[in-house]
């Protein structure tokens, strides 16, 4: 708002500004700032999904490597006939000095399904040996996908994170290796 004051003269006003914000101003200010969440929403979104899948990744890392020690100490791998995992299955009991932490489920929530042996049969791969370990994460949503390993091509199941989309897809580590997930740099 402003105010007029008299000057010495009869014929001069002075206009003062009163402090404060505008009107103008303060649309401006809230604009700017809901631009910038617009913008910063979907990295923070990106990077936490990242950073979720990384550990997902470690945790089935860490299961392979558990049951191969276990393998090796006791001379044959422990068994998991139907891949689903729980706190009262047996293979977690036996499992439990190979662990630096246990996690049954990846951070997303879905259980990790692992299974141990030969004659099993998922996504194309079929194991032959006794120590045969296929680990998976069904992804961000939980659904499995209608992925096939392809022998003649072990990396055509490998991809780049480009969008929301590729938090979604399954993660399969066969033996140790990844043969369905992301490139991480």
């Known amino acids: 708002m ?4 008299k000057s010495n003269s009869k014929s001069q006003k002075h206009i003062v500004p009163r402090p404060g914000f505008t009107l103008l101003g303060l649309a ?3 604009a700017s700032a809901g631009l910038l ?3 910063f929403i979907p990295l923070y979104r990106n990077a936490k999904n990242t950073a979720t899948l990384r550990a997902t ?3 089935m890392e860490m299961w392979a490597r558990a049951i191969e020690g276990y393998t090796i100490d006791h001379g044959a791998a422990p068994t998991n006939p139907n891949g689903r995992i729980h706190y009262k299955k047996p293979i977690l ?3 439990m000095p190979y662990f630096d932490r246990v996690r049954i489920s990846d951070l ?11 004659g099993i049969e998922k996504y194309g791969i079929r194991t032959k040996r006794p120590g045969d370990i296929l680990i998976i994460s069904l992804g961000k949503r939980g659904n499995q996908e209608n992925w096939s390993y392809d022998p003649e091509r072990p990396l055509a199941g490998l991809y780049a994170l480009l969008g929301p989309d590729d938090f ?3 993660i399969v580590l ?5 043969v369905r997930g992301p490139i991480l740099p």
């Open 168 to 170: 979604e897809k399954d």
């Open 108 to 118: 997303w929530g879905t259980p990790y399904r692992v299974w141990i042996g030969a």
């Open 37 to 39: 969440v617009a913008l």
């Open 57 to 59: 990744i470690a945790d």
């Open 174 to 178: 066969w033996n140790g290796r990844m």
């Open 28 to 30: 401006l200010s809230l």
């Open 93 to 95: 009991r036996e499992l």
């Open 2 to 5: 402003l105010f007029m004051r």
